[in-house]
């Protein structure tokens, strides 16, 4: 029987969507679910979902187990085959709060903050402590485990994970399945099927290659209509439609994330740009506030009175146990250490590459070397990625500074200065929540 530890069981919509899948996947019917959360409230909410959605959907033929807080960790963990790890440290309240609060103070505005840029920098040192727990746990209580890591910030998370801990870990982003489907769709581009390449860095991977199932290139009428679109009337993606026009290339993550991984668009010198390009400021916060506000409405959407539905969803983790365990051989975008997968980015780098899954584990292929401009773009985000590990390593807080010095968005707006105050005013906010630093 296998057994699927998730971290972070208050995440109720992605326990349904996770293990919901991996309950209805040939195979796994009879798998063992362990639940685990520091929140009771929220880990009763996704227990009672999941057992919900194991009577109606698999004929209750899961075994499902909560484990409440740090004291039932490592029994959660025992034995585990898969581990998925969907955390959040410190919570919209008080923790998110305090990565917008503290940066507007100074002149400097985010829109996600999950990923790079002085938000996700400090979501970064935070999480860490507690990944590390996590490993020295899975270490001793369920070494051969596989750990699927969808917490953000994806790439510094799993970085950490495979450069210094002995678990086997492999990061999973949202963005990459959808994301050429996703781009003909809005550039009205009617194909039967395609065969695409996408590599590069999580949130800032490439759309190197693109054909329809004929092996016509696509890029040349996505590059003309992507420009053509971005001339018209406002939409939600002109960010990414404008890297197409500089760079040529369109990238796996949404516009208001990639606004603030760059210098170019969020500038105070030229407030013209947010209203340009249609760059939604704050909108990780708006989006907390309305989700806390209607969770009562969801929660009960999504029991339906007892009656909970699933089918299977395109999320990764189900697919990936099904193919380790079974020998059904599966492609993923994973995110991974790089050494010299791609061939003009650093080896410690983690990058995002196809894999191939089976029963050997996780095999990434061989790209290469990205054009030029991309490897620049991507070692712009992988330089204060790994300065940000460098800092959760050592301790030490001239690496916070140096991380946040190196960060495009940062840098372009704040003098040296203002960046140490800074960091120094989120690291006494966030108080506990982070280890002290010397």
Not at 68 to 95: H, M, T, W
Not at 132 to 159: K, Q
Not at 190 to 203: E, F, M, P, S, Y
Request: with cysteine; aromatic share 8%; charged share 25%.
């Amino acid at each position: 029987m296998v057994k699927v530890t998730f971290m972070g069981a208050g995440s109720t919509v992605f326990v349904k969507n996770l293990l919901g899948d991996t309950m209805l996947t040939p195979g796994l019917h009879n798998c063992s679910i362990a639940l685990y959360d520091i929140d009771a409230q929220r880990l009763e909410e996704s227990a009672n979902l999941l057992k919900a959605v194991n009577e109606n959907c698999n004929e209750g033929r899961a075994t499902i187990k909560t484990y409440l807080g740090v004291e039932n960790r490592k029994d959660a963990l025992r034995d585990a085959d898969f581990v998925v790890n969907a955390i959040q440290v410190g919570l919209y309240d008080p923790c998110t709060i305090t990565d917008f609060k503290i940066p507007k103070k100074y002149g400097l505005r985010q829109t996600i903050a999950d990923t790079l840029g002085i938000g996700g920098i400090f979501r970064t040192l935070r999480t860490i402590p507690v990944m590390e727990s996590f490993a020295r746990d899975m270490e001793e209580v369920c070494p051969n485990a596989w750990l699927l890591n969808y917490t953000n910030p994806m790439a510094m998370l799993t970085g950490f994970m495979q450069r210094y801990t002995g678990v086997k870990t492999v990061g999973l982003c949202h963005s990459v399945q959808d994301c050429s489907a996703h781009l003909l769709k809005a550039l009205d581009m009617q194909v039967d099927g395609h065969v695409d390449l996408i590599a590069g860095i999580n949130h800032m991977g490439w759309l190197l290659e693109i054909r329809d199932m004929q092996g016509n290139d696509l890029y040349p009428s996505i590059r003309q209509r992507a420009a053509a679109k971005n001339a018209g009337e406002k939409h939600t993606d002109m960010v990414r439609y404008e890297y197409i026009n500089r760079l040529g290339y369109y990238c796996t993550e949404s516009s208001e994330h990639n606004a603030e991984y760059n210098p170019f668009f969020i500038k105070s010198k030229y407030p013209e740009l947010i209203e340009r390009y249609n760059i939604p400021l704050d909108e990780y916060p708006r989006r907390c506030v309305e989700q806390i506000a209607k969770w009562d409405k969801d929660r009960e959407e999504l029991m339906a009175g007892g009656k909970a539905e699933h089918k299977r969803s395109n999320e990764y983790a189900s697919y990936i146990i099904e193919a380790m365990v079974t020998n059904k051989p599966y492609k993923i975008g994973g995110n991974v250490m790089n050494n010299g997968l791609i061939t003009n980015l650093v080896k410690d780098a983690c990058i995002e590459v196809p894999c191939m899954v089976d029963g050997t584990g996780i095999n990434p292929i061989i790209v290469g070397d990205l054009p030029p401009q991309l490897a620049a773009m991507n070692m712009t985000n992988i330089n204060p990625q790994l300065l940000t590990i460098e800092a959760a390593v050592t301790l030490k807080k001239e690496h916070i500074y140096h991380a946040a010095m190196l960060d495009p968005h940062t840098a372009s707006e704040l003098s040296i200065d203002d960046i140490v105050a800074m960091c120094d005013d989120l690291i006494e906010a966030h108080g506990d929540w982070l280890p002290k630093y010397s």
